[in-house]
């Protein structure tokens, strides 16, 4: 089992002082042995020796649920942003506990996506439990407590943010799931090393198809070449795990799409048009039209027809 960084053993042994003091401040703490740590966990090389948790410590052994990774960098490109936004929305609302880190980008997009599909979601810091980093996600972090999800960590109250501490969190974002997505990241992402460990663990990687001309295209890159499975539609997820595919409700396809995404289907539901045409009528430039239209497809809501054309696919 772990040691070093992970819970001391006198914490472990339950200090009833300590425990009665962290429960005034809503800390649980799961040692190895309690019926509440996580059992996937427990299966892996170098688990923790405890866990300390807040929100509802009662998230991780749901056996009627799949708990999947969404990771990547903490400065997305745009396409990163929707890719994020759509897998983990449409996971969430499919019933599975999309699991992240909480750092700026596309961690904190995947958590807040999740909630926003009325979904459940766990963050794993790389600090004290007690400790949001960054502040700015201070709201996130209580929608996720207060939320039916749960914060947890491995280190003790009042730990700061330390490099070493997000490498290692990573083998439990990745412990705690069935699969990992890596969205972005550059070739020394720390998302690579959570799907270094996914692959020790023996579980799935996954990768959307990414932009050649991005520097955050790298990590999706190297992953696929190495052997990951290519994602392109949610379903692709859910056939991994034998699931039936449940379609997406209009109303749920159309809360996911931006407005900018929005003003582009509006114009293709009148008829196909050429990316020029879309320019000239969306009053948006090229690239970021393209960018559009990229996101579109991936979402599975606009094609390309056999004149060029781009067109949706199906009544949104």
């Given amino acids: 089992m772990a040691t070093g960084f992970s819970c001391n053993i006198a914490i472990c042994n339950l200090n009833q002082g300590l425990v009665k003091k962290l429960k005034k401040e809503k800390i649980a703490i799961l040692p190895y042995f309690s019926t509440a740590y996580p059992l996937s966990l427990k299966k892996i090389a170098d688990p923790p020796i405890c866990l300390y948790v807040k929100g509802d410590v009662t998230i991780f052994n749901q056996k009627d649920k799949i708990y999947f990774a969404i990771v990547g960098t903490r400065t997305p490109s745009y396409y990163g942003e929707q890719v994020a936004k759509k897998f983990s929305f449409e996971l969430a609302k499919a019933g599975f506990i999309i699991v992240s880190g909480m750092a700026l980008g596309i961690d904190a997009l995947s958590h807040w996506s999740a909630l926003n599909a009325g979904g459940k979601t766990i963050a794993v810091l790389g600090c004290g439990v007690d400790i949001v980093y960054p502040s700015s996600n201070r709201l996130l972090y209580e929608k996720i407590v207060n939320g039916g999800g749960a914060v947890v960590s491995e280190f003790p109250k009042g730990m700061m943010v330390k490099k070493g501490l997000f490498i290692a969190r990573n083998?439990?974002?990745?412990?705690?799931?069935?699969?990992?997505?890596?969205?972005?990241?550059?070739?020394?992402?720390?998302?690579?090393?959570?799907?270094?460990?996914?692959?020790?663990?023996?579980?799935?990687?996954?990768?959307?198809?990414?932009?050649?001309?991005?520097?955050?295209?790298?990590?999706?890159?190297?992953?696929?070449?190495?052997?990951?499975?290519?994602?392109?539609?949610?379903?692709?997820?859910?056939?991994?795990?034998?699931?039936?595919?449940?379609?997406?409700?209009?109303?749920?396809?159309?809360?996911?799409?931006?407005?900018?995404?929005?003003?582009?289907?509006?114009?293709?539901?009148?008829?196909?048009?050429?990316?020029?045409?879309?320019?000239?009528?969306?009053?948006?430039?090229?690239?970021k039209v393209l960018n559009l239209i990229s996101v579109l497809e991936i979402k599975g809501v606009v094609e390309k027809n056999n004149e060029g054309k781009y067109q949706i696919t199906f009544n949104v």
């Fill in 171 to 287: 083998r439990i974002i990745s412990g705690l799931s069935r699969g990992v997505l890596v969205v972005e990241g550059a070739s020394d992402s720390g998302s690579l090393i959570t799907a270094s460990y996914a692959a020790d663990q023996g579980r799935e990687v996954f990768a959307p198809p990414a932009p050649l001309t991005f520097k955050q295209s790298q990590a999706p890159n190297i992953l696929l070449k190495q052997g990951a499975k290519m994602v392109t539609e949610v379903s692709d997820i859910f056939e991994e795990f034998n699931l039936k595919i449940i379609p997406a409700k209009k109303e749920d396809l159309k809360k996911s799409l931006t407005s900018e995404e929005l003003s582009i289907i509006n114009l293709l539901e009148q008829k196909p048009l050429l990316v020029d045409e879309i320019v000239l009528n969306s009053g948006y430039v090229v690239g």
